[in-house]
Structure formats: C-alpha cells, structure tokens
C-alpha cells in the first residue's frame, strides 16, 4: 500500500506498507521527504480491531 502525504508541513511525505499476516500488522518505511529521511514503522492492530 502507498500512502502519499500532502500536507503544509510534509509535501511528498510518504509510507510505504505491506500487511504481515504472522504479526498481523502493517510494516514498511516511512519517507519524510523534507528532511531527506526514512524510517522503518509498523502500525499494529487494536484491541478493538481497527488500524
């Protein structure tokens, strides 16, 4: 999944995802194009169930 950020503050920010099933999570990098930085992230799932 490709998520492109179009904010003030992050123009051409972006994450990078994919689903890992074992861990149930999204994992991937996150391009914060500004600064001219990348960042390994993982969201992970509630206890309610959403992202």
């Known amino acids: 999944m490709f998520v ?8 051409r ?8 099933p074992s ?3 999204l994992r991937g990098i996150y391009c ?3 600064k001219k930085e ?3 992230i993982f969201f992970e799932r509630s206890k309610e169930g959403a992202f």
């Open 38 to 40: 990348r960042y390994e």
């Open 13 to 20: 920010s972006n994450y990078t995802l994919t689903y890992d």
């Open 23 to 25: 861990g149930d999570q």
């Open 4 to 11: 492109g950020l179009q904010d003030v503050n992050y123009p």
């Open 32 to 34: 914060q194009a500004m």
